[in-house]
């Protein structure tokens, strides 16, 4: 089933298991799926075709959103934890404890049911006699109001499916990059007639290796 709309990924590399994404309107990169811009289908058709896509640490990949947001998870930046408790109260008495020195990426792992989870919608919610009654060493405890406002959607990078994804979605011409590990060269596939061509530079298609192709610029032949 195609679909409609689609986040671009960072190429850069990712932060922790979470992909980073175009932030709106192309202000540098983001993890919050919120903040993320969204594609049509004819936007991000019309980059694969002129073979805008780039590669530094990580393929830069269309992603249709609507899937993405299936399998969006909530997760909190330490960066951003500005209140703890008993210095700060929750005026509903609800509290969240994170497990020192436990990260992913800068997302802080949870108590939750069965162990530390970076899924904070799996957070256990103490309240203050609970508290007084537990063993807190190795826990920072965190007012639940806070938490709550600085949480944001995630998406992990082992929920890539580029099937259900991609091509499934409607784009077409985005090929997995492969590495030719005997002559360190990055096989990328032409985006104007599709030959696979293989180049030293892993990052921007340089040049087509048919002389008739209008992406052909003699680049290879001086490699």
């Not at 992603?63 to 934890?81: M, N, P």
């Not at 639940?144 to 082992?158: G, M, P, S, V, Y």
């Not at 030293?200 to 298609?205: G, S």
Request: hydrophobic share 30%.
């Amino acid at each position: 089933m195609k679909r409609e709309r689609f986040y671009k990924t960072s190429p850069h590399s990712y932060v922790g298991n979470n992909v980073s994404f175009h932030a709106i309107d192309g202000h540098d990169y983001v993890t919050d799926i919120d903040k993320a811009h969204i594609y049509t289908r004819e936007e991000a058709q019309a980059e694969i075709d002129r073979g805008w896509l780039r590669y530094c640490n990580i393929q830069e990949l269309f992603l249709s959103a609507d899937h993405v947001d299936e399998l969006a998870v909530w997760h909190v930046d330490t960066q951003y934890v500005k209140y703890t408790y008993p210095s700060t109260k929750d005026p509903m008495n609800e509290y969240v404890a994170y497990k020192n020195g436990m990260w992913d990426g800068n997302d802080l792992a949870f108590a939750s049911t069965l162990s530390p989870s970076f899924n904070y919608s799996q957070a256990i919610i103490f309240n203050e006699y609970d508290l007084e009654n537990l063993d807190l060493n190795g826990w920072t405890i965190v007012p639940k109001f806070h938490t709550d406002e600085i949480a944001r959607r995630t998406f992990q990078k082992q929920n890539i499916n580029r099937r259900k994804m991609i091509t499934a979605a409607g784009l077409t011409g985005i090929k997995k990059i492969t590495k030719n590990k005997g002559s360190g060269k990055t096989r990328m596939n032409c985006p104007k007639c599709g030959k696979i061509v293989w180049q030293h530079d892993p990052y921007d298609f340089m040049s087509c290796s048919d002389v008739n192709c209008e992406r052909y610029d003699g680049y290879l032949a001086q490699c």
